[in-house]
């Protein structure tokens, strides 16, 4: 991929993620990370995972915002009105922030193995989507089925949950 | 040309991102939208290490399906953790955090 496209979609990505934050109206927040995510899956695609790119698209901007969307518009949460700020504990935020931050810029520019650019793959005739159907089901078999369960047990979680009267 | 750091640093900016928005954001919806932001900053490196780990011509396909583990226990993290926020708000009317404190010492 080129810097121009991967610098282009990186800003879209980080911008949005940054309006979901500032967003005072939830469903603008969440119309925003869409937005946000499906940047990520073009980083994706640029990096030769099409099929993350794919279920990141499916499941993310899919099934998991269409969700987040249903519960905002059934609890009809408004913009929220300004209330008074803590502001211990906003500045208190703020200082980890500027930290982590400066931590995250020497670990990367410390990193001298991350220097090299990528080196060239070959385009195989099987594609990605049967390499990891491969790696999958012949080395992940049994954390395949544990993920079932938890969720299976997760959906029986959330009609529990669900339940009126909690016994 | 692009290079391993600059998909580090731009994961490592999106989690910041999101845990900014965990940190100085007060409602709970928006905390856990800025929760997913955090995972798909942990699975953008991830897949930036697989695709840097070329072996035989091919990316390492051990972290691509770990990020596809990830994306399935996610979904199921969001479902069940609006489950709680529903039932949380049908208790209380709110989606504050700050009005959520029976559970302070």
């Known amino acids: 991929m080129t810097p121009v496209l991967f610098w282009t979609f990186s800003g879209i990505m980080l911008l949005f993620a940054t309006l979901v934050v500032v967003n005072r109206n939830p ?10 995510f499906l940047g990520l899956a073009a980083l994706f ?41 803590n502001v211990p504990a906003v500045f208190g935020g703020v200082v980890v922030i500027t930290l982590f931050v400066k931590v995250l810029f020497d670990v990367c520019y410390g990193f001298q193995g991350g220097r090299a650019v990528f080196p060239p793959i070959e385009h195989s005739a099987h594609g990605d989507v049967w390499h990891i159907g491969m790696t999958l089901f012949q080395t992940y078999k049994l954390p395949l089925q544990v993920v079932g369960t938890l969720v299976l047990v997760a959906s029986i979680g959330v009609v529990l949950l669900s339940k009126r009267e909690l016994r | 040309m692009v290079t391993l750091n600059d998909y580090l640093m731009v994961s490592g900016l999106l989690f910041t991102i999101g845990f900014a928005g965990v940190l100085l954001r007060r409602n709970i919806i928006i905390i856990f939208m800025a929760l997913e932001l955090m995972l798909n900053a942990a699975n953008l490196s991830l897949v930036g290490f697989s695709r840097f780990n070329v072996q035989n011509g091919l990316p390492d396909y051990n972290a691509q399906v770990l990020v596809f583990f990830i994306i399935t226990v996610a979904a199921a993290e969001v479902s069940v953790g609006l489950a709680v926020i529903v039932a949380l708000y049908r208790a209380r009317q709110t989606t504050h955090v700050e009005d959520i404190t029976s559970l302070k010492f």
């Open chain 1, 27 to 36: 469903v603008a927040s969440a119309l925003s990370l869409v937005v946000s």
């Open chain 1, 45 to 85: 695609v640029s990096l030769d995972a099409f099929f993350i790119g794919v279920i990141q698209i499916l499941v993310y901007a899919g099934a998991v915002m269409v969700l987040f969307l249903f519960i905002i518009m059934l609890l009809d949460l408004r913009a929220e009105g300004r209330r008074k700020v």
